[in-house]
């Protein structure tokens, strides 16, 4: 079914707090209509987490910067799957051909955005080594270092307060991303346009929202405990969910 499609200026749609369950179960039936572009995209992005791990596995902030950049720009590098789902839609399941065409494209707006996000990852990296430079006297060159120095230390708030301090730079960057890069590949708008109306759904929506940001980073930290072998089917279950979360919010159902 088509839903008639909002424009950024229009007032975005609010939804109840069971929205993200929703928008995860249209997701996975997407990906078990149209399994291949998903769990190639799974598959490739958990391949290049695998590299990372093995060419910085001792040095740490090399490999919290990469993996920092790496889970901040995915949804970027999965556009293409929301290209399988706004097709799976009319019922016509496309394959990797269609997928590569969108990223031969060269959209430039999909390319500044993702250059933005990487500079919010690079800066979250740089804050995060100040605040652990400046508040324990141990240096930091390995994750054992970092997990026995910082989380498991008992003398400072340390840790706390680096995860709170993760959450409140990661929160500007979840709300102006939310539904912005899935309103790129859709619509002819401009990177501000999209942020603005991804600003403007949050703000409608933050308790539905809220627990979106929340399922997102449980999910991920699952497909990080299993070796990244989880992120195969997670990566593009998020990114299906993600396009039906920008069409319910931005839609008319």
Known sequence: MNIPMLTPLDPPATVDITAPLRWLSLG????RRNPGPGLAHGLLLAMFGWLLLAVAHDQFWLLAGAFSGFLIVAPILTTGLYQVSRNCATGNCVGMQEVI???RSGDGRLVRFGLLLSVAGTGWV???????????????RSPADFLRHVVLSRSSWLFEMWVFLGGLLAAPVFASSVIAIPMLVDKPVTVMQAVHASWRAVASNPVALGLWALIIMMLV???MLTGLLGLIVIIPLLAHA??????ELTGVS
């Open 28 to 31: 996975w039936a997407d990906l």
């Open 101 to 103: 065409s969108l990223w």
């Open 126 to 140: 740089v804050t995060s080594a100040g605040l652990i430079h400046v508040f324990t006297p141990d240096l930091i």
């Open 221 to 223: 930290g699952v497909g």
């Open 242 to 247: 993600s396009w039906h979360a920008y069409r």
